[in-house]
């Protein structure tokens, strides 16, 4: 071998020693990524934890989690097992309940809502949303007329000739029970 091969060889060897590996730098920032997409994420988890425990968001968070588990439960029972229409006419009574409720609240709710609005108001912006309001309600009940005429004139309820064609059905006598007299009580205390 040369001299010069040789001392190429060593300042060879020498620049690669001094120089740092690539590898190395590679792997030092995937490992720096890698720990910053994990604080990231420990981040983002904090934050959700914080809005979920927050007492403002307890209530939607409950809510979703009823619905979810809610949906899961009923897709579990209709899988799984057969519910008699005695089960289901058991299971949906609570839902109708509520149904009741909310329906029971709507007209309340709209009209106080609409009495501390214009009672806010000055008399010249009620009087203009009064009119607003009252041409509104015209309009839509002269709406609802029409509608409900044309769908009789297609519909055509109460025609004999289509209980004609239809058929006699057959009605299931039964005795009520002392549990369908208690749900009835509850059902109409909201209706």
Known sequence: MDSNEEEYGTTFLKSDRNKPNENTDYEMKTTNQDKKRETNRRNKLSKVKKWIMNLDNLFVTFTVLAVI???TIGLLVKIYASPSPRTIYLLSFPGELLMNMLKMLIIPLIVSSLIAGLAGLDPKS??????YALIYYVVTTMLAVI????????????DTSIKDEIGEGTIEERRPETLDSLLDLLRLVFE
């Open 69 to 71: 588990l809610g949906m």
């Open 126 to 131: 009620s009087g203009k949303i009064g009119s």
């Open 147 to 158: 509608l409900g005429i044309g769908l009789v004139l297609c519909i055509h309820p109460g």
